[in-house]
């Protein structure tokens, strides 16, 4: 069975660093870009960004370019979300998902989503 | 960037009925690239719709989706409880981008 199953809630402060993950497994993790998708309390879904695991290209929306850092570890089949500094404003539910075929497709599959509170 | 606009914003209808939801892009999009979600309260989006009219694994048939330039539908031919829900296009063409989402609600 295709999975990905996404790491637990955070809450942290303004400022904080935080690292979020997703497992994939159930397919080939190097074969399929993975992309993450951002949904503000009470609004719709916002593209961050994607990365192909098998060689790391990464591209990012120009909203996030900058703002966060996508990363994977093919070794464990794990993506990552990073943030050096959060702010109240990345409070939101984050889902990362796997692209249907080539790096511009379709989400096919998806994580549970993790929930990031950022708060003082 | 494309922008994508859905209407209607909410859609109110009877299981049963055909419901018939839009999605206008800002310029046109390949129909390759256009796919469509539905995402119920407190789960993940789920992909219905890829390539404009191509049905996702595991969907029923009575989901279609059509459309090609800047205009796009979702149609679903007979409303069952389970798909009061929320619906977004997106298009996945180079910046992708979704729509604001359409609100399927029962009358």
């Keep these: ?120 | 960037e494309i922008v994508l606009t859905q209407s209607p914003g909410t859609l109110s209808l009877s299981p049963g009925e055909r419901a018939t939801l839009s999605c206008r892009a800002s310029q046109s999009v390949s129909s390759t690239y256009l796919a469509w979600y539905q995402q119920k309260p407190g789960q993940a989006p789920r992909l219905l719709i890829y390539g404009a009219s191509s049905g996702a694994t595991g969907i029923p048939d009575r989901f279609s989706g059509s459309g090609s330039g800047t205009d796009f539908t979702l149609t679903i031919s007979r409303l069952e409880p389970e798909d009061f829900a929320m619906y977004y296009c997106q298009q996945y063409g180079g910046s992708p981008s979704f729509g604001q989402g359409t609100r399927l609600e029962i009358k």
């Design chain 1, 1 to 120: 069975e295709v999975q990905l199953v996404q790491s637990g809630a955070e809450v942290k402060k303004p400022g904080e660093s935080l690292k979020i993950s997703c497992k994939g497994s159930g397919y080939s993790f190097t074969s399929h870009w993975i992309g993450w998708v951002r949904q503000m309390p009470g609004k719709g879904l916002e593209w961050m960004g994607i990365m192909y695991p098998g060689d790391s290209d990464t591209t990012y929306s120009p909203s996030f370019q900058g703002q966060v850092t996508i990363s994977a570890d093919k070794s464990i089949s794990t993506a990552y979300m990073q943030w050096s500094s959060l702010k109240a404003s990345d409070t939101a539910i984050y889902y990362c998902g796997r692209l249907r075929s080539s790096r511009w497709s379709a989400f096919d599959m998806w994580g549970q989503g993790t929930m990031v509170i950022v708060s003082s």
